[in-house]
């Protein structure tokens, strides 16, 4: 709902904040005093179309925000969400400054975003009624979902979605199939070419890095064949290493018996270290042999590897993935050989997931048939009062043409009306006047009390040219829209009656202020509130009878609250 509406340089408003509450709220006034800055105030704030000519004469700029509290399942959130707008505390503060020369600026808590960002979440917000506009009741492309969520239908309407993506994705499924298999039909003399070469490649997995150390091994085999054959020397010739250590243990040998042990672990070492030369001799010798240079080696090698990295670029895959591609290609060309089966089993899934889709979309159909009965006797009812008691109201479904159909099922769904007996049903802009317009929106919106996303409902002089009874049934409908609904209504009027029945009362009056007019907002405690709807029965001069009826009016819901207690 919105919690606070705050004013700055608009019109005829310099500083002005007020506050407001669920519930039923009226806004009273003289004729000029600024009901309609208010409204355009909140229009700025909630995207509507900005206005050089809103910005207080003499200052650079204007600026409206808005602040609102909602629930943790509101739809803006998920919108907000993706744009990384972070109201995890349940409250949007939507901002709009414009300049008096230059664009306007759009703001959600204090991120900078678009104005049709703003616009959008402004409209899941707000919804503004009066004679002449109506944001989601005149677009008929709304008129559908609202027949939904008053018919309860959520459940249906989510599985004809579903069966509706089944279908189309079916339908996907075959036109990929169909365009890959002309493609692959094309290209089979290609496919048995590819299958064949790498075949005949046979590539074993890791192969590649097998032959890579292999074949830098060979290239460097005579160089570390001379290397290997130096390091033998140095342990084999006569003057190497082992030589030296079978001389110098020979020694210590002949002269151990006389050492009394002294010698003998540095012999068992030195004995250890001849064994071990020898060891490394073999080694050696078993290198050399293995690291011969074979030019005819290395040839073969290099041939494979580079024949194997040549595939691998010809089919745009690395060397390990080429036995995937032959099994790819293997794959396609037996499709192409099993084509006629294949494009038979895909046609049989779209004619199972067409026929499950006109199914469920029947189904949801008939029900939206049924909730339609309902939906025209709820809002016959609410017309009466009105004095809209020979205007009709009906919902027109009827069958969407052929390839229209689409996952909100098979129906066009408009609610249209008829003012006079035998007159023909049309749609509201186009039937009714601004009067009965406003009228006719209140009924159906009371008929519809918990299928509007918005959670703020404004209505505007809705009960201009009406009095008495019907002043009194717009109020009782307000009222109701207010408390079995569920919404904060906010309503602009000049009608006592409607007046009385709200839950909060703010007057709108205009005075002058060193020379310029400002505009002000009070919220009126119990006492002024009988004098202002005092004053809007009888005028300038508020007497004693007007107060009389004025309180009779006010305790009126109390009264009948009571009556329908007893009865």
Not at 66 to 81: K, M, N
Not at 261 to 272: C, H, K, N
Not at 276 to 284: D, N, P, S, V, Y
Not at 497 to 507: E, L, N, S, Y
Request: net charge negative; proline share 2%.
């Amino acid at each position: 709902m919105l919690a606070s509406l705050s004013i700055f340089d608009i019109v005829l408003i310099e500083r002005l904040r007020f506050e407001l509450e669920a519930g039923l709220c009226a806004l009273t006034g003289e004729t000029g005093a600024g009901k309609s800055i208010l409204l355009d105030a909140l229009g700025l704030a909630t995207g509507a179309r900005a206005d050089k000519g809103l910005v207080r004469h003499g200052c650079v700029e204007g600026s409206a925000v808005a602040t609102f509290e909602i629930a943790s399942d509101h739809p803006a959130l998920t919108r907000l969400t993706e744009a990384g707008i972070d109201c995890g505390d349940g409250q949007l503060i939507l901002r709009r400054v414009q300049k008096a020369e230059g664009p306007s600026r759009a703001f959600i808590n204090d991120a900078p975003v678009s104005v049709g960002l703003l616009q959008d979440i402004g409209a899941s917000l707000v919804e503004v009624h009066g004679q002449f506009e109506s944001q989601g009741l005149l677009d008929p492309a709304s008129h559908r979902t609202l027949l939904d969520v008053f018919g309860g239908l959520e459940a249906e309407t989510a599985a004809t979605a579903l069966a509706w993506q089944a279908w189309q994705g079916a339908n996907a499924a075959l036109s990929a199939y169909r365009a890959q298999r002309a493609s692959d039909e094309d290209n089979a003399s290609y496919l048995e070419h590819v299958i064949a070469e790498l075949e005949d490649l046979d590539v074993v997995q890791g192969e590649e890095e097998t032959l890579a150390a292999r074949r830098t091994q060979l290239m460097n085999a005579e160089k570390i064949s001379d290397e290997l054959r130096d390091a033998a020397k140095g342990l084999m010739d006569g003057n190497g290493l082992e030589a030296k250590v079978a001389k110098a243990l020979k020694r210590l040998e002949r002269i151990a018996p006389q050492a009394g042990g002294a010698l003998d672990a540095t012999v068992d070492a030195l004995s250890q270290v001849l064994d071990q030369t020898a060891e490394a001799q073999a080694h050696l010798r078993a290198a050399v042999d293995a690291l011969v240079f074979d030019a005819g080696e290395l040839e073969q090698s290099e041939e494979r590897l580079f024949a194997l990295r040549a595939a691998a670029r010809k089919h745009r895959v690395t060397v390990d993935q080429l036995p995937a591609a032959l099994d790819d290609a293997r794959a396609r060309l037996a499709a192409v050989e099993s084509a006629e089966s294949r494009e038979a089993e895909l046609e049989a899934a779209i004619a199972v997931a067409r026929i499950a889709y006109e199914t469920t979309a029947q189904g949801l159909s008939t029900k939206r048939k049924a909730a339609s009965v309902r939906l025209d006797k709820a809002v016959a009812t609410e017309l009466k009062p009105l004095k809209l008691d020979k205007a009709k109201f009906r919902t027109d479904i009827s069958p969407l043409r052929e390839g229209s159909e689409g996952a909100g099922g098979i129906d066009r769904v408009r609610f249209e009306i008829a003012t006079n007996p035998g007159a023909p049903f049309g749609p509201l802009t186009e039937i009714a006047s601004g009067g009965e317009l406003s009228r006719f929106t209140l009924a159906i919106k009371v008929a519809l009390a918990e299928t509007g996303a918005a959670s703020t409902l404004i209505f505007d002089e809705i009960d201009q040219g009406v009095g008495g009874a019907v002043a009194a049934a717009i109020g009782d409908r307000l009222s109701t829209l207010a408390s079995v609904g569920g919404a904060q209504v906010l309503v602009v009027t000049h009608s006592p009656q409607v007046a009385a029945r709200a839950d909060t009362h703010w007057k709108i009056s205009k005075s002058i202020q060193k020379g310029a007019a400002l505009t002000a907002v009070a919220n009126l405690d119990t006492d002024d509130r009988l004098e202002e709807v005092a004053r809007m029965l009888s005028g300038a001069n508020v007497t004693d009878e007007a107060r009389g009826a004025a309180q009779r009016l006010l305790d009126a819901p109390a009264k009948q609250a009571k009556q329908a207690k007893s009865a």
